[in-house]
């Protein structure tokens, strides 16, 4: 990573071996293909995500401030590796994008804890009558600008804790599975 | 445009003029700069974006009704140009990171839009106490996967016009200034 994050450019197993001065056979010992090179960029990369998710996961928080915490640790994570050098972070997401499938299991478990915040949020009467499923996608496309790598480059400097904040309590305060008529009805919508 | 999907291409003024069969003195005569033919295309573009935010200010729905419309409408079409042809679709999403500046007067007659239909909702209790331009912020926040091309492209099939009117319904009945909890007070981050 280290060398990746000074060249600017994606590191392959050859290149990694050439900047180590060992033999390509050894390193195809420690990483018999490509892939399991990028496995270990990509865990590398969620370590300290996926331990902020832990440490808030195991407080005691109540379901609004813990759902907060959640988001808002990973964020200001997120913002802070893209200001402290914003050509490797664009490289992460452009490799982000490539190689979307090795994130994808640390995707499925941020998803599996947002589901567990949903179910304390539903035991304290909020999200009423939603299916957890459902939930957890709604609330992730209402706080994708601060999870996602590509949206904190691209308009992070209009993204803040105290807009996430209000946009958490939005979600206690007003999202149900109950119909507010934003949609309207099919009578509604032919008048 | 229809040289540029067919190429899959940017198109300039010179192979524009090559492809039309025009001499290049007449092609500058319509486009002195190369940027007369991005804001063209620009325009271009968004007319039909543009077409159906008129049509729903134009109309006398509630507030909520009037803001979901104003976004579904949108999400609609552009999911709709992606799905007729994907590659020209990207191909766009990436003409527009690159010339982002062009695009400036469309996204600001759309927030010019939004702050009108703020001040609607508030006008019948909703949004209570919000700054227009905060309100307007954190609303293209929770609703960008339904504005953003780039969103539309890559979780287009986790979007729905159910999930944008729960997010609709939920900044009606749940976003205000009132500091409903989730940030937490000093106190109790100490704690």
Request: charge should be negative.
């Amino acid at each position: 990573m280290a060398l990746l994050e000074r060249t600017g450019e994606e590191v392959s197993r050859l290149r990694l071996a050439a900047e180590l001065g060992v033999a390509r056979a050894r390193m195809e010992a420690v990483f018999p293909e490509e892939g399991d090179l990028l496995d270990a960029i990509t865990a590398e990369w969620f370590a300290p995500k996926i331990a902020m998710m832990d440490e808030v996961m195991g407080t005691d928080l109540p379901p609004r401030r813990k759902m907060y915490e959640f988001f808002a640790r990973r964020f200001a994570l997120l913002r802070q590796n893209f200001q402290e050098d914003p050509a490797t972070f664009r490289l992460y997401v452009e490799m982000g994008e490539r190689y979307f499938e090795y994130a994808q299991s640390y995707i499925d478990l941020a998803d599996h804890y947002l589901c567990e915040l949903i179910v304390e949020a539903q035991a304290d009467g909020h999200l009423a009558g939603m299916d957890v499923d459902d939930a957890r996608s709604i609330i992730n496309q209402m706080v994708i600008g601060y999870i996602q790598p590509y949206l904190i480059a691209m308009i992070g400097e209009r993204l803040s804790e105290g807009k996430l904040a209000a946009i958490i309590d939005a979600i206690f305060d007003g999202l149900s599975a109950k119909d507010g008529g934003a949609r309207g009805t099919g009578k509604l919508h032919a008048a």
